[in-house]
């Protein structure tokens, strides 16, 4: 594997399901973060981790609960998420010392 | 708060067309100027980073100029593989870990 990795790609779920999405970067990065992208709207950031801590939360719910275990894997859990929160979850990493960011392919989430 | 607008929405060439892309941005000190772009269904790919005004990078038939109010996303002689959507984004100096403030995107169309 190389670059930025998210599984799964497409998920489905109903407001009372619980699911996680995985992101996993394998280029020596030290920071992770998740984005949201809605149709017609800018990319939204969500959280941001440096050196597996999160240093970010832009007013996300709790609905969301993200989870960093090392600097290599960054995760999302779901519960009883809104039809509102369908959208393509992104995850991207970058070195802490340079601005670049790079994504991985994203999650096209649809809460039904 | 910091502010990305670009324009225009959409654009339509035809093959061999030139044209700009622009981005203009209020930011409480640059830190950098991001393009990236983005293919249906896909992560945003990192194309350039822009830090001061003059500066200039090229790749292929893009060329990125950066002024302190806009910069500008120029396409020479466009192929239909170079059909995106090009995202535009800044960060502040002073920003705590590497929060990009992005743009809603150009979406280009080449046509053969």
């Known amino acids: 594997e190389t670059g930025v990795t998210q599984t799964p790609r497409h998920l489905v779920m109903g407001m009372t399901n619980k699911k996680s999405l995985k992101c996993e970067q394998h280029?020596?990065?030290?920071?992770m973060y998740w984005y949201k992208q809605s149709a017609k709207k800018p990319l939204e950031l969500m959280f941001v981790?440096?050196?597996?801590?999160?240093?970010e939360n832009n007013s996300v719910p709790s609905r969301f609960s993200p989870e960093c275990p090392n600097s290599s894997h960054l995760f999302l859990h779901l519960h009883t998420l809104q039809p509102e929160d369908s959208a393509l979850y992104l995850c991207?990493?970058?070195?802490?010392?340079?601005?670049?960011?790079?994504f991985g392919p994203g999650t096209r989430l649809t809460v039904l | 708060e910091d502010q990305v607008t670009q324009s225009p929405e959409a654009l339509r060439l035809q093959e061999g067309e030139s044209s700009s892309l622009n981005c203009s941005y209020t930011v409480s000190g640059l830190r950098g100027l991001f393009w990236y772009r983005q293919d249906p269904g896909k992560g945003p790919e990192f194309l350039f980073t822009?830090?001061?005004a003059g500066e200039e990078k090229e790749k292929e038939r893009l060329k990125a100029t950066l002024t302190k109010k806009e910069s500008f996303l120029h396409i020479t002689a466009p192929k239909p593989e170079d059909s995106a959507t090009y995202l535009c984004?800044?960060?502040?100096?002073?920003?705590?870990?590497?929060?990009?403030?992005f743009g809603e995107g150009t979406q280009l169309t080449v046509n053969p």
């Open positions: 984004a800044v960060q502040a100096g002073g920003t705590s870990g590497s929060r990009l403030t």
């Open positions: 991207a990493s970058s070195q802490i010392s340079y601005n670049e960011q790079f």
């Open positions: 280029l020596g990065h030290n920071a």
């Open positions: 981790y440096n050196f597996k801590e999160q240093t």
């Open positions: 822009l830090y001061s």
